[in-house]
């Protein structure tokens, strides 16, 4: 089975515009609400491939009914912990003119460590270690920093394989507990590394992480990604598509590698089918997942370069 966690899930508001004015009254052309949090994001996509998933974390209990509702929509298993406030809503705002892509993340509720600790009860009461867990998205008020590595440390000890997908300290603690994966994007990866942009500059930026035995893989938006680990180092440019909204990109790549760990897949397939998830995610409005007929269509196209 495949389990996400989503500490500080949120609905995600599109808002779609000519283009925003700032310090001025804006009016948009349409709108949508998708629930998401990256952790969801990446359940989404895990159940439209065909995969079982189930979804946990944190929910707030003020609107924790309307997100159940979301996720019973898409058919994900779902056992969050409830707190107390309500699951936040987060800005993402699109100007069609200029194809520029703006998000606002609210903080969102407050949790504690007796909540987190339930909740990793709850996991471990659950896993098993063919499963594969993913870590991912913000931490919310009142977690500390070492919150993803105090989980991992806890989750190896059933032999889960685990992926982290986070920025800043809360990632740079993580991998200290070694996943399996992480999934940073550039801007997330300079948030750990000193590191410039060309290949030849991740490359280098990496390698104490993947000297640890952490796959890495690197998405930069338009300019593609990149697969790390001991043994390969793979590059794929992006495919060319009209893109609709960039929220939940990344997601998609980590559902990817999610179903391909879980399946034992080599990793070159599972970065494939990483891009293709990804390409059709782009091509949709809001955070919503892509279909597993439009990932699929996407696959013949992935050019994949050995490095
Ligand atoms: N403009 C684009 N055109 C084509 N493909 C894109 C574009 N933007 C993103 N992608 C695809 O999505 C992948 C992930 O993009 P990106 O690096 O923006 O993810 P991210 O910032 O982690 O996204 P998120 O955090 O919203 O899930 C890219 O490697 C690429 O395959
Ligand atoms: O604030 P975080 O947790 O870092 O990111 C939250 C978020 O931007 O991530 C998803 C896209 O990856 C969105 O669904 C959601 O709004």
Do not use: W
């Not at 609400?33 to 990446?42: A, E, H, L, S």
């Not at 979804?55 to 979301?70: C, T």
């Not at 996991?123 to 991912?136: E, H, M, P």
């Amino acid at each position: 089975m495949i389990y996400t966690v989503t500490l500080n899930p949120a609905i995600d508001k599109t808002i779609v515009l000519d283009s925003l004015n700032l310090g001025h009254v804006n009016r948009s052309l349409f709108s949508r609400d998708d629930i998401g949090g990256k952790g969801i994001n990446v359940a989404k996509v895990i159940k439209k491939l065909g995969h079982n998933v189930v979804a946990m974390g944190f929910i707030g209990r003020e609107n924790s009914n309307y997100v159940y509702k979301k996720l019973y929509e898409y058919g994900i298993c779902c056992d969050f912990i409830e707190v107390d406030g309500e699951t936040r809503t987060n800005i993402k705002i699109v100007e069609e003119r200029e194809g520029r892509f703006t998000d606002i993340n609210q903080l969102g509720f407050e949790t504690d460590n007796f909540d987190l600790e339930n909740l990793i009860k709850r996991i471990k009461s659950r896993v098993n270690s063919n499963d594969v867990v993913v870590l991912s998205g913000s931490l919310p008020k009142g977690l500390n920093v070492d919150t993803y590595k105090i989980m991992i440390e806890k989750l190896k000890e059933i032999g889960v394989k685990i992926i982290l997908d986070a920025e800043g300290e809360a990632l740079r603690k993580g991998i200290e507990a070694g996943p399996l994966l992480i999934k940073p994007n550039l801007n997330e990866l300079k948030t750990i590394v000193n590191c410039g942009e060309s290949l030849e500059d991740i490359k280098k930026a990496v390698s104490v992480i993947v000297d640890k035995g952490i796959t890495t893989v690197v998405s930069m938006g338009e300019k593609g990604a990149i697969l790390f680990n001991k043994d390969e180092c793979f590059y794929s440019k992006p495919i060319k598509v009209d893109v609709k909204s960039t929220v939940g990109a990344g997601d998609s790549m980590v559902a990817a590698f999610a179903i391909g760990i879980h399946d034992n897949l080599p990793f070159e397939e599972s970065f494939r089918l990483s891009i293709a998830a990804s390409t059709a995610k782009v091509t949709k409005e809001g955070s919503q997942a892509p279909d597993r007929n439009e990932i699929l269509k996407y696959l013949e196209l992935v050019e994949i370069q050995r490095r």
